[in-house]
């Protein structure tokens, strides 16, 4: 039968945590799960802040088309005031039934990418457990912004929220990688650099 010491080193280098030997099989577990949950809870902490900046992304989005459409129907005589015309659009979107069907629509989309790249990145096969939780609600935000700076260029300011964000998950994730491990370029190289690659730009 292997020896308590003896897991809590399998412990320490699959998850990082490091358990109690001296007080018990209690304590042993409680800081091996507490361990591991607290990074688990930054990571779903880091996801529910991406679902509202999404919100948030969509909201501006829609309030900007409502005003260009509301000053294009303007220009027709028979139209209704500016005014009236924003009321109505914002009227039909913010019923109940839209904005659960909305919300539900964002939480399945988020989720759906969470659980995909968890499934991928924290199985027997990849190390730093716990840098992991950090890359796995970083790649859903990354992938957001991907789609927008397909559009933009990422330094538009706009983008600023998201790459702050994008910059805390870094800062968080990457202390639990070793100084020297090659992992950091690629969070930088996948989360930063490729934004300004993949439109053959360079920071402005």
Same mark, same amino acid.
């Given at each position: 039968?292997?020896? =308590?010491?003896?897991?809590?080193?399998?412990?320490?280098?699959?998850?990082?945590?490091? =358990?109690?030997?001296?007080?018990?099989?209690?304590?042993?577990?409680?800081?091996?799960?507490?361990?591991?949950?607290?990074?688990?809870?930054?990571?779903?902490?880091?996801?529910?802040?991406?679902?509202?900046?999404?919100?948030?992304?969509?909201?501006?989005?829609?309030?900007?088309?409502?005003?260009?459409?509301?000053?294009? $129907?303007?220009?027709?005589?028979?139209?209704?005031?500016?005014?009236?015309?924003? $009321?109505?659009?914002?009227?039909?979107?913010?019923?109940?039934?839209?904005?659960?069907?909305?919300?539900?629509?964002?939480?399945?989309?988020?989720?759906?990418?969470?659980?995909?790249?968890?499934?991928?990145?924290?199985?027997?096969?990849?190390?730093?457990?716990?840098?992991?939780?950090?890359?796995?609600?970083?790649?859903?935000?990354?992938?957001?912004?991907?789609?927008?700076?397909?559009?933009?260029?990422?330094?538009?300011?706009?983008?600023?929220?998201?790459?702050?964000?994008?910059? @805390?998950?870094?800062?968080?994730?990457?202390?639990?990688?070793?100084?020297?491990?090659?992992?950091?370029?690629?969070?930088?190289?996948? @989360?930063?650099?490729?934004?300004?690659?993949?439109?053959?730009?360079?920071?402005?």
């Amino acid at each position: 039968m292997m020896s =308590p010491e003896y897991h809590a080193r399998n412990i320490r280098a699959r998850f990082g945590v490091r =358990p109690r030997i001296g007080g018990g099989l209690f304590a042993f577990l409680l800081t091996f799960l507490w361990g591991m949950m607290l990074h688990f809870l930054w990571s779903i902490f880091f996801l529910v802040l991406i679902m509202l900046l999404t919100v948030a992304y969509i909201a501006v989005t829609l309030y900007c088309a409502i005003w260009i459409y509301a000053f294009w $129907k303007r220009l027709r005589p028979d139209f209704p005031d500016m005014k009236d015309t924003r $009321k109505e659009k914002w009227g039909r979107l913010l019923q109940p039934k839209v904005r659960k069907t909305f919300l539900l629509l964002i939480l399945v989309f988020h989720l759906s990418i969470y659980v995909s790249q968890y499934t991928k990145w924290t199985g027997e096969d990849n190390a730093h457990w716990q840098a992991k939780q950090y890359w796995v609600a970083g790649q859903v935000l990354n992938g957001i912004r991907r789609a927008m700076t397909t559009f933009i260029h990422p330094d538009i300011p706009i983008l600023y929220p998201a790459d702050q964000l994008q910059q @805390w998950i870094y800062a968080k994730g990457t202390q639990y990688l070793p100084a020297d491990d090659g992992e950091i370029g690629v969070w930088m190289n996948n @989360w930063f650099n490729y934004h300004y690659v993949s439109r053959g730009a360079g920071p402005s």
